[in-house]
């Protein structure tokens, strides 16, 4: 529940692949409620979720992730993605107003991307909605 500040003392920022090992121990409980991590340069990004599982804190390149198939079967809307970075979390928000302020979109799914990246969704579709428009967000 505490703040994890990490300070990059190098005169470099950390590269796509590297791994930082904080944590040893025999179990792993509980998260941050907040993380201060030092910038990266565009397209890299930071990936925490290791720090709960194994202590690790690592970079990787951020892909753009894409929604790709999308169906409707009976009153569901389905639809998948691919591309993001595996293991990481994402939310999906929708809205059928395109051009309402994204604070305004609502969370429809909050999750990670399975270990290759790809993600999987259904969601009843709602007969409010005339038109439904729907983003990915890393957080």
């Given at each position: 529940g505490g703040t994890l500040i990490?300070?990059?003392l190098g005169a470099t920022p950390p590269a796509s692949g590297s791994s930082f090992i904080l944590f040893t121990a025999a179990s792993f409980n509980g998260t941050f409620a907040k993380m201060i991590l030092?910038?990266?340069?565009?397209?890299?990004?930071w990936v925490t979720n290791g720090l709960v599982?194994?202590?690790i804190l690592s970079v990787v390149t951020w892909t753009r992730p894409l929604i790709g198939a999308i169906s409707i079967a009976q009153t569901?809307?389905?639809f998948s993605g691919s591309s993001g970075v595996g293991n990481t979390p994402f939310q999906l928000?929708?809205?059928?107003?395109?051009?309402?302020?994204l604070a305004n979109w609502t969370v429809l799914l909050t999750?990670?991307?399975d270990v290759n990246g790809d993600f999987h969704f259904?969601?009843?579709?709602?007969?409010?909605?005339?038109?439904?428009?729907?983003?990915?967000?890393i957080p």
């Open positions: 990490i300070t990059n030092p910038p990266l340069p565009f397209g890299l990004g599982t194994n202590g569901n809307l389905i928000l929708g809205s059928p107003n395109l051009a309402a302020p999750n990670q991307f259904t969601n009843a579709l709602d007969a409010n909605w005339p038109q439904g428009f729907y983003r990915l967000q």
